[in-house]
């Protein structure tokens, strides 16, 4: 498939996964989401499990499109931006509808990258897109080849210069990704995103 090919490709879902320095990355990534944006955005952050997040108020001022923390049956909404809450595990169901589960930690995490995604590629196969971010973890590596089986588009966040590369190297060992590319090239593509469409740039 051309990168051309790809760019055009119908996009109805994001998933998104990070750990450490995750937090400076989607500053970068989230506020180039456009107002225009119809496809929702999942993401998946390690964070505390005995502490509340912060993260929609974080980010709700910075980003042109609705931001929150995920809540359990939630009906999922076009153009909005839903964080996994601390220690509970992020799923999509058929609706499309978010579903919360406190089932056993993934690679130590709960909320877990995995978990996600592969909840996702069953539910939007090849209309999604997986990111993998900085981390430390393993987590996200099975999640992001799911989405490829999928047929969905994948991309992870060049392991060099970023804060911390393990998360993204794993899942680069697990298969070649579409894109690998540094924020902000990934925060160029996010800005692509107009409609349901990535659209080629220029």
Request: proline letters at 11%.
């Given at each position: 498939m051309s990168a051309a090919a790809a760019l055009t490709r119908r996009i109805d879902a994001v998933v998104i996964g990070a750990s450490a320095g995750g937090v400076d990355g989607l500053s970068v990534l989230l506020p180039a989401l456009p107002a225009t944006l119809r496809a929702a955005i999942f993401v998946v952050l390690h964070l505390p499990r005995e502490h509340p997040s912060v993260l929609s108020e974080i980010f709700g001022p910075k980003?042109?499109?609705?931001?929150?923390?995920?809540?359990?049956?939630?009906?999922?909404?076009?153009?909005?931006?839903?964080?996994?809450?601390p220690d509970y595990h992020l799923l999509l169901d058929r609706g499309p509808r978010l579903a919360l589960s406190v089932d056993e930690p993934v690679h130590f995490s709960r909320p877990s990258v995995d978990v996600l995604f592969e909840s996702a590629a069953d539910l939007y196969a090849q209309?999604?897109?997986g990111v993998i971010l900085t981390g430390a973890s393993e987590d996200g590596a099975a999640g992001l080849a799911a989405v490829q089986r999928a047929g969905g588009l994948t991309?992870?966040?060049?392991?060099?210069?970023?804060?911390?590369?393990?998360?993204?190297?794993?899942?680069?060992?697990?298969?070649?990704?579409?894109?690998?590319?540094?924020?902000?090239g990934i925060a160029e593509l996010f800005g692509s995103l107009s409609g349901t469409r990535l659209a080629a740039p220029g």
């Open positions: 980003c042109a499109v609705p931001v929150k923390e995920a809540e359990d049956k939630e009906p999922v909404q076009p153009g909005t931006i839903y964080f996994a809450p209309r999604l897109l991309v992870v966040q060049q392991p060099q210069g970023s804060y911390e590369s393990h998360m993204a190297l794993c899942a680069l060992r697990r298969g070649p990704a579409d894109f690998v590319l540094r924020l902000e």
